[in-house]
């Protein structure tokens, strides 16, 4: 698998809630590492790009409403296969749904307030992070316990 960087977006209610420092204690926790943050209020143009596939559906207005209603902390979170290890951290869509023990599942119960975003694909995670971070804002840092965090022994992290 390879070594991936994912956006996530802790979302409004995330912000509003006091939950940030909850959520990304999981993500460090993890292991996986933290390259990029910056708190923002998403501009209308931005979200529309952002949520662009959904745009059409019932639920699209209120998604932009609600993306760009309140500051949110974007975040470029790196690892072995990151985006799919987010994804399952995150929980399924709905909060009312997601299974105890991922994010969306500890910490909502509501269905469109669901607290965070994260990147589906490495062409999603590709261009979300171009849209959310400007060239530099993405640091490549070395962790020094990287060597506890995965084995390195045969040159690659496992
Ligand atoms: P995802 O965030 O789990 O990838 P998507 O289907 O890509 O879910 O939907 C994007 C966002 O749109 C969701 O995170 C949620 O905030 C909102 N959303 C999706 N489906 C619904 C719905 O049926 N009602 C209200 N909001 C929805
Ligand atoms: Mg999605």
């Known amino acids: 698998m390879a070594m991936e960087t994912t956006l996530i977006i802790l979302k409004p ?22 390259c990029g943050a910056k708190m923002m209020q998403i501009p209308m143009s931005l979200a529309e790009q952002h949520y662009s596939d959904h745009k059409g559906k019932p639920f699209y207005d209120g998604l932009v ?8 902390l974007v975040l470029a979170i790196r690892g072995v296969g990151a985006i799919a290890i987010c994804r399952s951290m995150m929980g399924a869509t709905f909060g009312s749904k997601a299974d105890a023990g991922t994010i969306r599942g500890d910490f909502g119960v509501s269905n469109s307030f669901n607290l965070i975003h994260g990147s589906d694909s490495p062409e999603a995670a590709e261009k979300e992070l171009g ?3 400007n060239d530099g804002e993405v640091l490549d840092w070395s962790r020094a316990n990287e060597c506890w965090v995965y084995d390195l022994s045969g040159g690659d992290p496992e």
């Open 65 to 72: 409403g609600f993306m760009t209603s309140s500051p949110v």
């Open 13 to 34: 209610d995330a912000v509003q809630r006091g939950l940030m420092g909850a959520i990304i204690s999981r993500f460090e926790a993890k292991g996986l590492q933290i």
């Open 131 to 133: 849209l959310f971070f």
